[in-house]
T-cell receptor, first 111, second 115 residues
Framework: GIQVEQSPPDLILQEGANSTLRCNFSDSVNNLQWFHQNPWGQLINLFYIPSGTKQNGRLSATTVATERYSLLYISSSQTTDSGVYFCAVDTQDNAGNMLTFGGGTRLMVKP | DTGVSQNPRHKITKRGQNVTFRCDPISEHNRLYWYRQTLGQGPEFLTYFQNEAQLEKSRLLSDRFSAERPKGSFSTLEIQRTEQGDSAMYLC?????????????FGEGSWLTVV
């Protein structure tokens, strides 16, 4: 099956700093989503981005499908950004969400 | 929209007992998913429904696991003869095909501890 690798595995930032999280995948995908899992376990969808670039406030994401990677940018980080960020992909073309998740990037933002 | 609702949120059970989790998806969503997440890992896909039809099952879903979605509304996930290895968070999610960029929305999860 498809392999999804995220880097870095752990990241500690000072509040206000910027960061870039990377997701590499081993095959062509029809679906790529970024999620934030807060310390209470809730998974929040950040972006549906199988290709191209999107921005939402301080967050933006870019997927270069031909080169099989996606980037999540966090600017002016806040303590509430702490948690685990997951990239997840699906290779099916049936609009399903049988997602394969990466191992996550664990982010801690210090005040 | 209310979000995806799961209950119970926490369940502690003895090995060998059966447990059942319920999921109520976002009301207009026709697709419903079950995932499992163990500590320190990303979620793993288990199964999904489109309306009442179960379309895919992962090989992770052993014979002790059964999922249903009667009438295409809520869903239940039953685990029979629980084992310690079943301890995990069981996540339900839903989506509306071709709407909202095929975005999937997760519930808060049901934590299972098998002792």
């Amino acid at each position: 099956g498809i392999q999804v690798e995220q880097s870095p595995p752990d990241l500690i930032l000072q509040e206000g700093a910027n960061s870039t999280l990377r997701c590499n995948f081993s095959d062509s995908v029809n679906n790529l989503q970024w999620f934030h899992q807060n310390p209470w376990g809730q998974l929040i969808n950040l972006f549906y981005i199988p290709s191209g670039t999107k921005q939402n406030g301080r967050l933006s994401a870019t997927t270069v499908a031909t080169e099989r990677y996606s980037l999540l940018y966090i600017s002016s980080s806040q303590t509430t950004d702490s948690g685990v960020y997951f990239c997840a992909v699906d290779t099916q073309d049936n609009a399903g969400n049988m997602l394969t998740f990466g191992g996550g990037t664990r982010l801690m933002v210090k005040p | 929209d209310t979000g995806v609702s799961q209950n119970p949120r926490h369940k502690i059970t003895k090995r060998g007992q059966n447990v059942t989790f319920r999921c109520d998806p976002i009301s207009e969503h026709n697709r419903l998913y079950w995932y499992r997440q163990t500590l320190g890992q990303g979620p793993e896909f288990l199964t999904y429904f489109q309306n009442e039809a179960q379309l895919e099952k992962s090989r992770l879903l052993s014979d002790r696991f059964s999922a249903e979605r009667p009438k295409g509304s809520f869903s239940t996930l039953e685990i029979q003869r629980t084992e310690q290895g079943d301890s995990a968070m069981y996540l339900c999610a839903s989506s509306l095909r071709w709407r909202d960029g095929n975005t999937i929305y997760f519930g808060e999860g049901s934590w299972l501890t098998v002792v």
